[in-house]
């Protein structure tokens, strides 16, 4: 009795932190289920990837890989890269999610940006389960983008008006992403070798060839130039 | 374009899953108690994601040519939309949504 008290408890203090990420899943969940549907995709792709990768940037990028000629090494490579930043996540998440028993595979397995950024910000009140209160945000938000990505693929073949350019979408979010990164960050040295190395990777490897180059590139940079960007970091 | 199988399709997303869960569960494996984080990761934690991201803006726009068709004229104007909305109200979804109507518009009526 007492237990469900604590659960119901947790899901109540959750559950508003939740809110903006209904708005915000529903409506890139939709749209990437919308643009599976567009690709030529029956909805239990939409369905079945955003319950299994459950991460918005790499699901619409696999759009791409699915329609491309089949790149395993590719395919891993560019995961592990898009999603590196979960590391930084996750060191920042080890004392947090400590203590949380049978709940922290799971935690570890939804965190997704917007979760993380809910748990690891949120001011958590003491009388509430902080191992409860992490779970229902993390599968809250996962319920919220798998239900979006799903009614999307089913709705997308209802869809009427023409689609054509739906998938800027996908443009559109790195682009708010970099944007709010850039305005965040005093030092944009990382920004430009990271346009600027993909740019000249481009041009030199082509469209389909041009990624593995640019991220060894960009590591390579980050590395040699770690002394003055530290410097400047501290300066 | 050759199709991929739907085994292919299979591995394809399997790899995304496991590309995914490696980054999510690799610092909880590494780092099983308050052992202190090496410095260089650390530092690569700082600065990747903004080549990152700037990196993924230029995946995206990828197969858009300067030199045929529109010369990138629609993918230029929606990107200033979304910057311009972005810079003005600060809204995630508003900038995202916003830019892609105006490319759709584009595409579908301007630039046709």
């Given at each position: 009795m007492r237990q469900k008290q604590a659960i119901w408890k947790a899901l109540q203090a959750a559950f508003p932190y939740t809110v903006p990420i209904f708005a915000g899943f529903w409506f890139l969940g939709l749209t990437y289920g919308i643009y599976m549907n567009a690709s030529g995709f029956s909805f239990w792709y939409p369905s079945l990837m955003s319950l299994t990768i459950f991460g918005g940037s790499l699901e619409f990028l696999a759009v791409q890989m699915l329609i491309n000629p089949f790149a395993p090494l590719q395919t891993l490579l560019v995961s592990l890269m898009i999603?590196?930043?979960?590391?930084?996540?996750?060191?920042?998440?080890?004392?947090?999610?400590?203590?949380?028993?049978?709940?922290?595979?799971?935690?570890?397995?939804?965190?997704?940006?917007?979760?993380?950024?809910?748990?690891?910000?949120?001011?958590?009140?003491?009388?509430?389960?902080?191992?409860?209160?992490?779970?229902?945000?993390?599968?809250?938000?996962?319920?919220?983008?798998?239900?979006?990505?799903?009614?999307?693929?089913?709705?997308?073949?209802?869809?009427?008006?023409?689609?054509?350019?739906?998938?800027?979408?996908?443009?559109?979010?790195?682009?708010?992403?970099?944007?709010?990164?850039?305005?965040?960050?005093?030092?944009?040295?990382?920004?430009?070798?990271?346009?600027?190395?993909?740019?000249?990777?481009?041009?030199?490897?082509?469209?389909?060839?041009?990624?593995?180059?640019?991220?060894?590139?960009?590591?390579?940079?980050?590395?040699?130039?770690?002394?003055?960007?530290?410097?400047?970091?501290?300066? | 374009m050759i199709e991929q199988t739907l085994l292919q399709q299979i591995i394809t997303v399997a790899l995304c899953v496991a590309g995914t869960m490696a980054t999510r569960f690799l610092p909880f494996a590494l780092f099983p108690q308050g052992k202190p984080t090496p410095a260089y990761v650390k530092y690569l934690g700082r600065v990747l994601p903004l080549a990152i991201f700037g990196m993924l803006v230029v995946y995206c726009l990828r197969h858009v040519s300067l030199v045929t068709g529109w010369h990138g004229l629609p993918e230029a104007i929606s990107l200033l939309v979304v910057v311009g909305i972005h810079v003005w109200k600060r809204q995630m979804l508003l900038s995202i949504a916003g830019g892609t109507i105006c490319y759709m518009l584009l595409v579908q009526l301007v630039f046709v």
């Open positions: 999603q590196s930043r979960h590391l930084f996540y996750g060191i920042a998440m080890l004392d947090r999610f400590r203590y949380t028993g049978w709940k922290k595979p799971y935690l570890i397995f939804g965190m997704c940006d917007e979760s993380f950024s809910i748990n690891y910000a949120a001011t958590i009140p003491p009388e509430v389960d902080r191992g409860w209160f992490m779970l229902w945000v993390t599968a809250l938000n996962q319920l919220y983008w798998v239900s979006g990505a799903t009614l999307g693929g089913i709705l997308g073949s209802l869809v009427c008006f023409n689609t054509k350019g739906l998938d800027f979408v996908m443009t559109a979010m790195f682009v708010v992403i970099f944007l709010e990164q850039w305005l965040k960050e005093k030092d944009r040295t990382s920004a430009y070798i990271g346009v600027g190395a993909s740019v000249l990777c481009l041009a030199l490897f082509g469209p389909d060839q041009f990624m593995i180059p640019t991220m060894a590139s960009i590591l390579l940079l980050l590395t040699l130039l770690r002394k003055p960007l530290e410097r400047r970091e501290t300066a | -």
